[in-house]
């Protein structure tokens, strides 16, 4: 049985990962902060399953930003594969928290790269990079060769992580993988990311506990995946022969303001009825674009994205209607 360790396990994508990997036979190990309130609710349904020999899933306290708990995580389990999803991801915080996005996002994939440099058996490790790194981006679409311009404080870190991660790989010899994954949502995405919040809020307005919603720059333009979809790319890396840096889109861009026209209207409402620009949610220095070209991906490891942004945004507004105890069938538009 292969074992693997996932940092940023309770996240969208460590929950997503932990799932594939779980069907595939794997020992799967996650990384957690210590805290006072639980934060594993997107992997409970396979926590709960912890003693159970079909579901083996182990969770342990460590920080990205201390090296102690990392050595002595990846020593204890001594995984194949380390997943590296762990950071403070969310673009607009890391204006307000440059340091605390910096250290975990970068110096923190710098503290795992050492310890899995010391380990005496081999492992294969994935690097979450993000399509932010391009920024304002150079050529369009964005390949694995395109320049980075990062535009953020957690663009500049995920740079330095994806520099840091080859690093390693060329003077060190580790199989160490870098995935450019661009924007990709579920119903598991964090309520302050743009499209959950739409999601969300349709629901509760549906729902009658809200009329507006507040968002920022409607015209950014973003190329959106589905999560699991997603997941699986990352997977397909470490099976790889080779480790190389591998561009994960769909190869479409559509807008802020596409998104919720589309949403508003699966639930037979008009975006304009609802929304309200605040500039408290504009970022100091934007990103307009991002489209990604995943053809290396496709040819290499054989991934190609299946799920449609239509569909997309259907599976996210269903399942928060549902969570909002609104019964989707009873509102939701047949296209």
């Known amino acids: 049985m292969k074992k693997a360790l996932i940092t940023g396990i309770t996240g969208q994508d460590g929950s997503y990962l932990a799932e594939l990997l779980l069907g595939k036979g794997y020992e799967v190990h996650g990384l957690i902060r210590r805290s006072s309130s639980f934060s594993t609710g997107r992997i409970d349904h396979l926590y709960s399953d912890i003693h159970s020999l079909e579901r083996p899933l182990y969770l342990h306290y460590g920080d990205l930003s201390d090296s102690s708990s990392l050595i002595t995580t990846i020593n204890q389990v001594q995984p194949e594969e380390v997943y590296n999803l762990g950071a403070q991801s969310h673009v607009k915080v890391s204006f307000e928290m440059p340091e ?26 994935y690097q979450a990079g993000s399509s932010e790194m391009f920024g304002m981006v150079q050529e369009r679409p964005q390949t694995e060769a395109t320049p980075f311009y990062p535009r953020s404080p957690y663009a500049v870190s995920k740079v330095f992580a ?12 580790l199989f160490a993988s870098n995935g450019i994954l661009f924007n990709h949502e579920s119903p598991r995405r964090g309520p302050t990311f743009v499209t959950r919040k739409i999601t969300r809020a349709i629901a509760a307005i549906v729902a009658g ?45 559509h807008s802020v303001r596409e998104f919720l026209d589309t949403a508003f209207r699966l639930v037979g409402r008009e975006a304009d009825d609802h929304v309200v620009i605040d500039a408290r949610y504009l970022r100091p220095t934007e990103v307009d674009e991002l489209c990604g070209d995943a053809s290396k991906a496709a040819r290499l490891l054989g991934w190609r994205p299946t799920t449609s942004f239509d569909q997309l945004v259907r599976i996210m507004v269903e399942a928060d209607l549902q969570e909002a105890g609104v019964d989707p069938a009873s509102v939701l538009v047949s296209r």
Do not use: C, S
């Open 100 to 125: 605390f996005t910096a250290d975990t996002a970068g110096m923190g994939t710098l503290r795992l790269l050492e310890a899995i440099r010391y380990a005496d058996w081999p492992i294969r490790f």
């Open 162 to 173: 994806h520099w840091m991660t080859i690093q390693y790989r060329e003077a060190n010899g």
């Open 209 to 253: 506990r809200q009329e507006k919603v507040y968002l920022g720059n409607l015209d950014a333009r973003r190329d959106w995946g589905y999560a699991p979809e997603y997941v699986e790319a990352m997977w397909r890396m470490l099976q790889h022969d080779e480790p190389d840096d591998f561009v994960i889109a769909t190869g479409e861009t």
